[in-house]
């Protein structure tokens, strides 16, 4: 503990890093808004991340190129995306059990293909494994502070922000939009306006595994440049806290990604102090929790407004009739 200075840990690069952090988080929380607005739940968003990080590799590899790898990833998690829709949809399997299946089936998958494709156990590493380069923005990079905090990252790192911004102009300014919302809140009033519910829901479930794909190439392409077991280490399900918390609103649901990225963030910087390692490792689940509670409060508070409101509408108008 000697030397523990806060000076030393909140640093401009303990931001910039919470920024590389939040990335794979939020893509595969934007995905499973997608899935959510559709009304499934997807618990196989961890599942996805790793097949994604996983051929990614792949493509990079064989095509000597980090595109090439996102499109593989892409490839393989529409697939999987699709699978998921074909099981729950069509053979009406509960979306649970599906998604909690998927993750045990992608630890296994990704396990085996590494060998037979890969020629290795554990983990692959090599010089064939091209990744992202860094992006220094120009102009911005020269700008003092700003340019440390904003310049710098990997392109999956700006597509990710970027996204955001995206999908929320598609959920709430777009027919398509405005129809996939409307199968998950009422299905019913969806069918009687022409909307196709099941095709709505497969779309919403492809657009999820899609964006988990990026998720996924960006831990072996960006983040660490090898794929390993187990390398998600959880951010599928750190997804689902996110998503519950923004109450599938993505710029909502970002809040909750940046205090993940800045949980994971601070635990790397922590343990060049000398803190034990199983605390630092608590601080991304302790947040999980943090988010979780500061959520249900929040959810509470409205319920005792919206109660208090119909209350006091309810006594104006007895006191109206009275007159």
Not at 160 to 169: G, N, R, T
Request: glycine letters at 10%; proline letters at 3%; charged letters at 10%.
């Amino acid at each position: 503990m000697a030397g523990f200075d806060f000076g030393r840990i909140i640093t401009l690069s303990l931001f910039a890093a919470t920024l590389r952090m939040t990335t794979p988080v939020l893509f595969a929380t934007l995905g499973g808004i997608f899935s959510s607005q559709v009304g499934i739940f997807n618990v196989g968003l961890e599942a996805l991340l790793d097949i994604g990080a996983f051929f990614a590799v792949v493509g990079s590899v064989q095509t000597g190129s980090p595109w090439g790898g996102l499109l593989y990833a892409m490839a393989a998690c529409l697939f999987t995306s699709f699978l998921f829709a074909v099981i729950h949809l069509e053979l009406k399997a509960n979306e649970i059990i599906v998604g909690l299946a998927l993750n045990i089936f992608a630890t296994g998958l990704t396990r085996y293909l590494m060998v037979e494709m890969l020629g290795a156990t554990g983990f692959y590493q090599s010089d064939l494994l091209i990744g992202f380069k860094l992006v220094d923005i120009p102009l911005i990079k020269d700008i003092p502070v700003v340019g440390e905090l904003l310049s710098g990252h990997f392109p999956l790192v700006y597509l990710a922000f970027a996204f955001v911004v995206l999908v929320y102009v598609i959920l709430y300014k777009t027919p398509f939009g405005f129809h996939l919302r409307a199968v998950g809140e009422k299905i019913e009033a969806a069918e009687s306006v022409g909307i196709n519910p099941h095709k709505m829901k497969y779309i919403g479930l492809l657009l999820s595994g899609l964006f988990c794909s990026f998720g996924g190439a960006f831990l072996s392409l960006s983040y660490l440049n090898l794929f390993s077991e187990n390398m998600t280490a959880g951010r599928g399900w750190l997804a689902l806290a996110a998503i519950n918390f923004g109450k599938n609103r993505p710029v909502r649901s970002l809040i909750a990604c940046l205090i993940f990225g800045f949980a994971d963030a601070l635990a790397l910087r922590l343990q060049q102090f000398g803190l034990p390692s199983q605390l630092v490792l608590m601080l991304p689940y302790v947040s999980t929790l943090v988010v979780l509670v500061l959520s249900a409060i929040s959810d509470e508070h409205k319920k005792k407004t919206q109660a208090a409101k119909q209350r006091n509408a309810s006594e104006a108008a007895v006191v109206a009739a009275a007159d």
